[in-house]
């Protein structure tokens, strides 16, 4: 098991399960291509890849760069305890939400813009106007979320407190002729 760990650098749990993701992507596309008009999911991938990495990778790239170095200026000056990057800790509790109402964004703009027919709401007997409040506001929990997990990070990691040392006691004279243990002094 070991030299197997040493020659992939994995178990052979993580080798089964990205051979199950690539048959599961290779029946997905199976499917996909043999529809009949293949080319229109070609175009569609090749445009979406097209997309995230001629436009949304730059862009979100030089945001999170934007924000790392605003946020860097107005942090205090690090404590003798601490990591010397330790204030960049707290930039993914900003990203996780950020990331994930992008996503909802992404999938779900149609409805939060009202770009949808009325047909839409004769098909499901929905409103299309409940969209955009249901996303700030699972945006708004997302946020809050992150930043209840930040400051229960911030309250463990915080160094415990130092008591000041007690000033000494002076210990009770002992008595002429007894022996024994000394007495307890008391405070």
């Known amino acids: 098991m070991n030299r197997f760990r040493t020659l992939y650098g994995a178990s052979p749990l993580h ?12 029946f997905a596309g199976v499917r996909l291509l043999s529809g009949a008009e293949p080319w229109k999911v ?10 995230h ?5 730059p862009l979100y790239t030089v945001t ?4 790392q170095s605003i946020l860097r200026e107005r ?15 707290w930039i993914n509790y900003v990203r996780v939400p950020v990331f994930l ?5 992404l999938t779900y703009f149609p409805l939060i813009l009202r770009r949808v027919s009325e047909r839409y709401t004769l098909y499901t007997t ?23 997990a930040l400051l229960i990070r911030m309250g463990r990691s915080r160094p415990p407190r130092q008591v000041p040392p007690a000033a000494p006691t002076r210990a009770a004279p002992r008595e002429p002729g007894k022996s024994g243990p000394d007495p307890e002094t008391s405070p």
């Open 15 to 26: 080798l089964l399960l990205v051979l199950c993701s690539f048959a599961l992507t290779g």
């Open 42 to 51: 070609v175009v569609w991938f090749v445009g979406a890849a097209l997309l």
């Open 101 to 105: 109402s992008g996503v909802l964004l």
């Open 64 to 67: 999170d760069r934007a924000a």
């Open 126 to 148: 929905l409103s299309a106007d409940v969209f955009l409040g249901r996303w700030l506001l699972i945006t708004a929990v997302l946020f809050a979320l992150s930043a209840v």
């Open 75 to 89: 942090r205090e000056p690090a404590a003798a305890h601490e990591a010397p990057h330790s204030g960049q800790r």
């Open 53 to 57: 990495d001629l436009v949304l990778l």
